[in-house]
């Protein structure tokens, strides 16, 4: 899913609505959350002309005057709401997000956070008490006029008071916060020029889960003093990822037969690195192709035995099973420990880091874990010359222009070191320098040092 916020000043200006459509098609948005309409009544608002099919759905609050106003748009054919709950400064809309494998209940907030303090704190416990008593996957989201540290105010005031609220909110939620890539600061007063980050997007595990490679961007402000923030799923396509050998191949029985097989049959030409290169490209691909019929393999038998085990299971409760049928199941259930384990391993190697405890299996734990380092070490954009990039091809050439330059040999003269007057060391002399110690010499060296520390000698 696709997430767009924008805190629109007035929706019913002139050009808004047409601004808001461009930014829903331009970020393929499937969530589109407002705040801020200033309209008191949800039927002034053109819903049409925001969003581009009639595959859509909102909910709305009315404006108090011309102060506050929230709408939320969704897709239908990705999003289907079946409850609502409204407030004056939140909107609550509780659906289910159609997955390709299976449907999960989400429930979206589009925030608009009042002014005054005890007001924010006020409007953090109710939203606790929602979140907290509602199943299901969260994304909260929208202006919240709160900050959460002082290097998100510049040239204005920090509210010590009004931040630690709001990050006891987020903590006590359980909601993460992204690393907001684009514009530093999402509002600037167009009075004063006092810039703030108040727009910002919080998940919960669940959502990371389901969306590991999930993504927030402050885009330029233009028709409005906040900008455009979106949460995208999407992955950018770098190419290839690099090829990763795991430990868990060499407990896997055929992988040795490939690995001799692959490199004593290969047949190449040229200098010897690039012979080699080319040895060692075949060896990969005939790996990549075991690893893919062995995966393969494994699964078919894996659910092969779990139903042959859950059917012995199923006699057991009407009769005694007999001797070997009870081997069967203890063989079933050895084999299917066996390849959760090997499974570990492979988590275990993903995550880079270490058990805790000898045997612990939390694979929750390390998906976590995996997904988080994934999401941190991918390059979703790059601030190229003051303007934030999204593009692959610019992104790669970026990286590859600064590695390039850092790396670069600054002096392409370097003066020659040649003195044949040097003094060497005898053939005999080299030999016996480059010759492994003998035990005597070793037992010789341990005896003279542990005399000299004996005798007082340093």
Known sequence: MNFLSLNVRGVGEVGKTSWVRRLKVKH???????????????SSIDVDGCWDSIEFDYASVDANGRSGGLISICDTSVFQSFHVIKNRHYLVVCGKYKNPSASVIMNIVNVYGPQSISEKKKVWLELLNIINGRPGTWVVFGDFNAVRDP????????????????????????????NMGGERFTYMSRVDAKLSKLDRFLTCPNYLQLF????????PRDLSDHSPITLLSGE???????????NLWLLKEGFDKVVSDAWNCFRGFGTPDAYLAAKLRFLKDKIKLWRKDSDQKEREEVTVIWDAVKDLEKVAQSRPLSVDELQCWSDGIKKITECDRLKALD?????????????DENSKFFHGYINSKNRTSLLHGLMI???????????????YRFFHDKFMDAHLVRPKFCNPNFKSISMMDAIRIESPFTPEEVKAAVWDCGCEKVLGYH
């Not at 988590?347 to 045997?359: F, S, V």
């Not at 010359?385 to 990286?399: A, F, M, P």
């Open 28 to 42: 393929k948005a499937t969530f589109v959350g407002l705040q801020e309409t200033q309209l008191s009544s949800s």
């Open 151 to 178: 290097g998100a105010r510049s040239n204005s005031q920090f509210c010590p008071y009004s931040a630690s609220d709001f990050n006891r909110f987020i903590h006590e939620a359980n909601l993460k916060d992204y």
């Open 212 to 219: 590991p490679f999930s993504y927030v961007t402050a885009h």
């Open 236 to 246: 950018s396509d770098f190419g290839p990822i690099p090829f990763k050998f795991f």
């Open 347 to 359: 988590l275990k190697q993903k995550a880079r880091i270490k058990w805790t405890m000898d045997g």
């Open 385 to 399: 010359n003051g303007r934030w990039t999204t593009g692959v091809n610019e992104i790669k050439e970026e990286v």
